[in-house]
């Protein structure tokens, strides 16, 4: 199960995205992640992670684990958790290992120590934060995709999970010092002159219009002499292609639980932001 999750934790390939598909499950609020082997959305393909949607007081979280069956925070294949503000505009993504050497576990009240001995035994287990997600308001009620802002600590693009170094990665997670982190936001639009209205192109890969799905691609980096970015490479995209199924891809550097976290922000009302 170690070596499962250390895959799951690498960036995605560089050049072409993995391809992925998210189905929920309304009545259980719980969300179910596959590796597509196939172009066809209904087939479900390899069971990568699950979701569960839960209230604590005034704030939603989401378990996330290794287990289809068991969704609970004490589970030993529990990998992280998604937790959200009141209004569900901002999001901060918490893994259950350390991203790097020296990182210290949240503080906060819902943040215990657990057993995890199935998954890594050489590492404490805690909630890590690795990650924000922030959806602005709409105020003048636009139109087009919610606006987003995530802030990640990501995997060391290095190496990725089809490398040979992987086998050395079997006795501890990449340490990755600090940690780089990675800015990315929405994609925008294009005005479609025969359709009349803003749109993204998503290749095939969305096929029902939603105000859930999104592109997201990386930010320039204002605060580095020459920082560059890439407004035109789209490292995680998400949309629905049914009523309960929606297709996630994403390449590096993000990993698989990153983009899953950052796609679940997408489920739930925002009022404010829509």
């Given at each position: 199960m170690f070596l499962f999750l250390l895959l799951l934790?690498?960036?995605g390939p560089r050049e072409f995205p993995h391809q992925c598909l998210i189905k929920?499950?309304?009545k259980t609020s719980t969300f179910y992640l596959y590796l597509a082997l196939t172009p066809s959305f209904t087939d479900k393909g390899k069971f990568l992670l699950a979701a569960r949607r839960c209230r604590r007081g005034a704030h939603?979280?989401?378990?996330?684990?290794?287990?289809?069956?068991?969704?609970?925070q004490g589970s030993n294949a529990y990998v992280g958790k998604l937790s959200s503000d009141f209004l569900g505009t901002n999001f901060t993504i918490f893994d259950s290992q350390p991203p790097h050497s020296g990182a210290k576990p949240s503080s906060s009240r819902g943040?215990?120590?657990f057993a995890s001995k199935q998954i890594s035994p050489q590492v404490p287990a805690g909630n890590f934060e690795v990650g924000?997600?922030?959806?602005k308001f709409n105020l003048l009620k636009s139109r087009g995709p919610r606006r987003m802002i995530c802030t990640l600590k990501c995997p060391s693009s290095g190496e990725t999970a089809d490398d040979k170094h992987l086998e050395d990665a079997k006795m501890k997670r990449p340490d990755t010092g600090?940690?780089?982190y990675t800015i990315l936001k929405n994609k925008s639009p294009r005005w479609h002159?025969?359709?009349q209205c803003w749109c993204l192109n998503f290749h095939g890969r969305v096929t029902v219009a939603s105000v859930k799905n999104?592109?997201?691609v990386a930010t320039v980096d204002q605060s580095q002499p020459g920082g560059k970015g890439d407004e035109e490479t789209v490292l995680l995209q998400f949309g629905k292609v049914g009523d309960d199924t929606f297709t996630m891809d994403y390449r590096q550097p993000l990993s698989a639980f990153q983009a899953f976290a950052i796609c679940l922000t997408s489920f739930g009302t925002k009022l404010a932001c829509e």
């Open positions: 934790m690498q960036p929920r499950n309304k939603t979280e989401y378990i996330i684990t290794l287990d289809a069956d068991d969704l609970s943040s215990r120590r924000q997600v922030a959806y600090a940690s780089a002159e025969h359709l999104f592109q997201l």
